[in-house]
T-cell receptor, first 111, second 115 residues
Framework: SQTIHQWPATLVQPVGSPLSLECTVE??????LYWYRQAAGRGLQLLFY??????ISSEVPQNLSASRPQDRQFILSSKKLLLSDSGFYLC??????????FGSGTQLSVL | DQQVKQNSPSLSVQEGRISILNCDYT??????FLWYKKYPAEGPTFLIS?????DKNEDGRFTVFLNKSAKHLSLHIVPSQPGDSAVYFC??????????????FGTGTKLQVIP
């Protein structure tokens, strides 16, 4: 069966520090991978998606970047965090359908 | 531009009664709709979906209704149980475009089922 792992579960970082969140998927090949963010009181906003290794598309301009160094690995990064980067970050995968499978999320607090 | 709207941020229902969660969308190109359930500090989990060629889909206690002319869908939970207490996200998609499916989510409705 397919599983998705996302870590860490919580993270507190100072403004201006770097960020690296990692997500891995098991039990499937060539998944579509996604990074979503849920800010306080808001819905799930799509940040990045990837349909293959090295292929990254950004939905909104922002202070973040994403990379997909391996088929089932998706990384969300920032060189310098802003206060506005705080939120609940979710990695997800799909296998060619609209049904997304989400990881457990990372609660990021930038202070 | 919020293309998927859930205008009720919260809803309280007595155990055993019906819960009705509503969702409106503005993009007439959406052709597939989903509901996700989210517990605190966890990722959303898929609950039920419906294609635009249908107006109803049922799965156990959960039924989703779609009214395309009104651009409205609703999720009915009957009977409601305390374990149903969670945030429910409505989502919509324009379907497959080159292997990528963009799914647009609403802001969520927090359901509390009171024992």
């Amino acid at each position: 069966s397919q599983t998705i792992h996302q870590w860490p579960a919580t993270l507190v970082q100072p403004v201006g520090s770097p960020l690296s969140l990692e997500c891995t998927v098991e039990g499937t090949s060539n998944p579509n991978l996604y990074w979503y963010r849920q800010a306080a009181g808001r819905g799930l906003q799509l940040l990045f998606y990837s349909v293959g290794i090295g292929q990254i598309s950004s939905e909104v301009p922002q202070n973040l970047s994403a990379s997909r160094p391996q088929d089932r690995q998706f990384i969300l990064s920032s060189k310098k965090l802003l206060l506005s980067d705080s939120g609940f970050y979710l990695c997800a995968w799909s296998a060619g359908s609209q049904k997304l499978f989400f990881g457990s999320g990372t609660q990021l607090s930038v202070l | 531009d919020q293309q998927v709207k859930q205008n009720s941020p919260s809803l309280s229902v007595q155990e055993g009664r019906i819960s009705i969660l509503n969702c409106d969308y503005t993009n007439s190109m959406f052709d597939y709709f989903l509901w996700y359930k989210k517990y605190p500090a966890e990722g959303p989990t898929f609950l039920i979906s419906i294609s635009s060629i249908k107006d109803k889909n049922e799965d156990g206690r959960f039924t989703v209704f779609l009214n395309k002319s009104a651009k409205h869908l609703s999720l009915h939970i009957v009977p409601s149980q305390p374990g149903d207490s969670a945030v429910y996200f409505c989502a919509a998609s324009k379907g497959n475009s080159g292997g990528y499916q963009k799914v647009t989510f609403g802001t969520g409705t927090k359901l509390q089922v009171i024992p």
